[in-house]
């Protein structure tokens, strides 16, 4: 098998922490509609408008249209990408 092959078929498993800054009355409602979001959850929400969200996914993609689809949505002012890893999932499943 060749490296790309080898590569091709790993399995990866992706984690990001953002912080979504959101118009302050829109801030529960947003939040539901993060939560829908396939591998997404919502871990804080302060009276200020900001969400703390993480991301799940099986490879970098879908976590960077999550993040595209939140920046698109209206009430958010901005989605900074804090924390990204990820790891094979092999061994993410090693770690329970």
Known sequence: MSK?????????????S?????????????????????????????????????LEGPSQRPIMAAIDAINAMPGVLSAALIYHQFDDEVEAEGRE
């Open 4 to 16: 790309l092959e080898n590569n091709m078929n790993r399995a990866e498993f992706h984690v990001s």
């Open 18 to 54: 953002l912080v979504v800054l959101t118009q302050p009355p829109l801030r529960h409602r947003l939040a539901e509609q993060i939560a829908a979001l396939e591998g997404a959850e919502i871990h804080a929400v302060s009276d200020e408008g900001k969400l703390v969200v993480t």
